[in-house]
């Protein structure tokens, strides 16, 4: 990957943390395919569960809060999985340097919730007309109340 060997173990406790905490990061392909084999030994510790393999994932990751997730949250996922933890998917290439992205993320993640974008007046205007005619075919006239 064109760095030296302190470089890249920083760069590689660092990507594993991140995708252990997000659960999905996008990099480069080469990237994600090393990446893939050291999260799925964190995995795997996490999946042994015991202190000796906790304090292993400690001196890997660095992060307790990401070590605490990944042996409290995500080993339950994988208990009766044995391998495959994570999954590439091509995105693009790069503009700059034409390099193929890469998405990685953890198989059986929870999906988040995306928020929904707000409308311009003029869209809801035309939501609020295409609602009314759409019920009854005819705009809604209230009618007058007689005593």
């Given at each position: 990957m064109g760095r030296?060997?302190?470089?890249?173990l920083a760069m590689m406790r660092n990507m594993v943390t991140s995708l252990i905490e997000h659960e999905r990061?996008?990099?480069?392909?080469?990237?994600?395919?090393?990446?893939?084999?050291?999260?799925e030994k964190m995995i795997t510790l996490a999946k042994k569960g015991d202190l000796h393999a906790r304090r292993q994932a400690?001196?890997?990751?660095?992060d307790k809060d990401v070590v605490y997730k990944l042996f409290e949250e995500i080993k339950n996922r994988y208990l009766d999985r044995n391998g495959g933890y994570t999954k590439i998917s091509k995105l693009r290439y790069r503009h700059g340097d034409a390099a193929p992205i890469s998405v990685i993320e953890l198989i059986g993640r929870v999906e988040e919730k995306k928020t929904k974008k707000k409308k311009g007046k003029?869209?809801?205007?035309?939501d609020k007309v295409k609602g009314l005619?759409?019920?009854?075919?005819?705009?809604?006239v209230e009618a007058e109340k007689t005593e």
């Open positions: 030296t060997s302190s470089h890249r990061i996008e990099t480069t392909e080469a990237k994600a395919k090393e990446l893939r084999q050291e999260t400690l001196a890997f990751i660095r003029a869209q809801e205007a035309l005619i759409s019920k009854d075919k005819e705009p809604k």
